[in-house]
């Protein structure tokens, strides 16, 4: 048989017959009257080359699987290489389906965003509306820009995987009061940086007490065991990420907070522990 009716019997193409023979896992025929003639060999060994690709087999593995076209050993040596190559096959493929179930699970809270009218964002749902309520409650654009500047940073590391997905609790069950109080935070954090002199060192430390002090009130008895499910190495990477993008002026400051935060959760943990 010709090349074109070879391909519809395996439903391949013509194409990708020739790319087997290139890389040597389809054997070429012999020519017969000046055409190449393929067999029941051919077509049984492409059946089968289809057959493992359609089940995610690689191409690299599947020479090994197959042996040379014209090989019938089935020696324990040749049955361990096989079964090598297709448990790594499985291995691949269950690496596959977890990466495949959260791209699933990331568009899911994609639909759910939308369908609020949320802002599209890697964050958890719970971040993207506390952000958005300070930005609708922001009266001055530089504060916009601060609240603006935070939320890009927190996108950023959660695209990157160096912030905990914990996080999220942090900015669960604000009332009125604790947005007015975080919207105020932004507020001095903004005149800060446009125009009012660099605070001391002590007023550094006892803004980020007070802003310490607001957490552990929003977050109760519950803090121990939410600081004990945090990956602190996790927590330390999202701290050095701020910094790394923080402006020089604003390091001291930003510094001071991101040690307090990382010192209270070390303090809770050795509570829940």
Do not use: C
Not at 5 to 27: F, K, S
Not at 144 to 167: K, M, T
Not at 256 to 270: G, K, N, P, S, T
């Amino acid at each position: 048989m010709r090349i074109k009716e070879l391909a519809d019997l395996t439903g391949t193409t013509v194409r990708t017959i020739r790319y087997y023979h290139q890389i040597d896992l389809l054997p070429v025929p012999v020519e017969r009257y000046g055409r190449r003639d393929y067999d029941l060999v051919h077509v049984a060994r492409l059946a089968r080359i289809r057959w493992l690709v359609q089940a995610g087999v690689p191409l690299s593995r599947i020479a090994g699987i197959l042996g040379p076209p014209a090989a019938a050993s089935a020696s324990a040596s040749v049955r361990d290489a096989v079964l090598a190559d297709l448990r790594a096959t499985l291995v691949t493929l269950d690496d596959q389906l977890a990466r495949v179930r959260a791209q699933r699970d990331r568009v899911r809270r994609l639909v759910a965003s939308v369908e609020q009218d949320e802002h599209l964002s890697p964050m958890p749902l719970a971040m993207t509306r506390f952000y958005n309520s300070l930005e609708q409650r922001a009266g001055e654009d530089k504060v916009r820009r601060e609240i603006q500047r935070e939320r890009d940073f927190l996108e950023l590391a959660f695209y990157r995987g160096d912030i905990p997905p914990e996080a999220d609790i942090f900015y669960q069950y604000f009332d009125e009061t604790q947005l007015a109080e975080s919207l105020d935070q932004f507020g001095r954090a903004a005149g800060h940086a446009d125009s009012e002199p660099a605070p001391t060192d002590a007023e550094l430390e006892q803004a980020a007490a007070a802003h310490v002090a607001r957490l552990r009130r929003r977050l109760g008895a519950a803090l121990p065991q939410l600081a004990a499910t945090i990956d602190m190495d996790v927590a330390y990477r999202a701290g050095q990420l701020y910094l790394r993008i923080t402006p020089d002026p604003d390091r001291p400051r930003v510094r001071v907070f991101v040690e307090a935060i990382l010192a209270m959760l070390h303090e809770a943990r050795a509570q829940g522990t």
